[in-house]
């Protein structure tokens, strides 16, 4: 079966600060994984995909994420924090060899504070 | 190119009634999909529908049902309301089906709630 773990339900962090999200998963195949962000009271927006390849993905609004597959993580990362960057960000997966629904993390809220 | 739209935004219903959902999908995009958000558990996948068919299908009770129409446009149908419907209803559409590695695009959402 198909899972997504984020461990932590907030990350804080400084304005111009790095940031990291945590994303692992579990499928029984090989992964297509998304991350995605949601303002108050918006729709979830797509930052960015690993299909296959380079295991650093790079995506908008200066987010890139590294894909790991021996500890299964897909950790979403930010050189410089903003203000703007306080959101919620989901982490998703799909097994690519099974065709199946995407399937969403629980979530983690992010707060840079000024 | 315009995004996905869903209506109403905001929706007030008593339990026991039944309601409609609509959205439309970007142009183009022939697979869409209905997710469920609750603070309690988060985003749940509902259902696809792709070329009027639906493929795929979260584990919802048979209250729950959604159509789609020749030109892409999709309704989801929630009967015999109860309070746990309460949620804001997500839909998404992308270029393909599930099984690839498209990426979906949401609406902005419609907020149900139950009374």
């Known amino acids: 079966a198909q899972s997504v773990a984020q461990p932590e339900d907030q990350v804080n962090v400084a304005e111009g600060n790095p940031l990291t999200v945590k994303c692992t998963y579990s499928v029984s195949g090989n992964p297509y994984l998304f991350w995605y962000v949601q303002y108050p009271n918006r729709g979830l927006q797509f930052l960015l995909k690993y299909i296959t390849g380079d295991n650093l993905v790079k995506g908008s609004y200066g987010f890139e994420a590294e894909f790991n597959k021996s500890q299964t993580s897909f950790h979403l990362k930010k050189p410089s924090a903003l203000v703007s960057d306080s959101a919620l960000y989901f982490c998703?997966?799909?097994?690519?060899?099974?065709?199946?629904?995407?399937?969403f993390g629980s979530g983690t809220r992010l707060l840079v504070r000024p | 190119k315009a995004g996905v739209t869903q209506t109403p935004r905001y929706l007030i219903k008593t339990r026991g009634q039944q309601v409609t959902l609509s959205c439309s999908p970007i142009s183009g995009h022939r697979s869409v999909s209905w997710y469920q958000q609750t603070p309690g558990q988060g985003l749940q996948f509902l259902f696809e529908?792709?070329?009027?068919?639906?493929?795929n299908k979260g584990n919802f009770p048979g209250r729950f049902s959604g159509r789609q129409f020749s030109n892409s446009r999709s309704e989801m149908n929630v009967s015999t309301l109860e309070l746990g419907d309460s949620a804001l209803y997500l839909c998404?559409?992308?270029?393909?089906?599930?099984?690839?590695?498209?990426?979906?695009?949401f609406g902005p959402g419609t907020r149900l709630t139950v009374l």
């Open positions: 529908y792709f070329s009027e068919t639906q493929r």
């Open positions: 998703a997966v799909r097994d690519r060899d099974s065709s199946y629904k995407l399937i």
């Open positions: 998404a559409s992308s270029l393909q089906g599930q099984g690839t590695y498209n990426e979906q695009f």
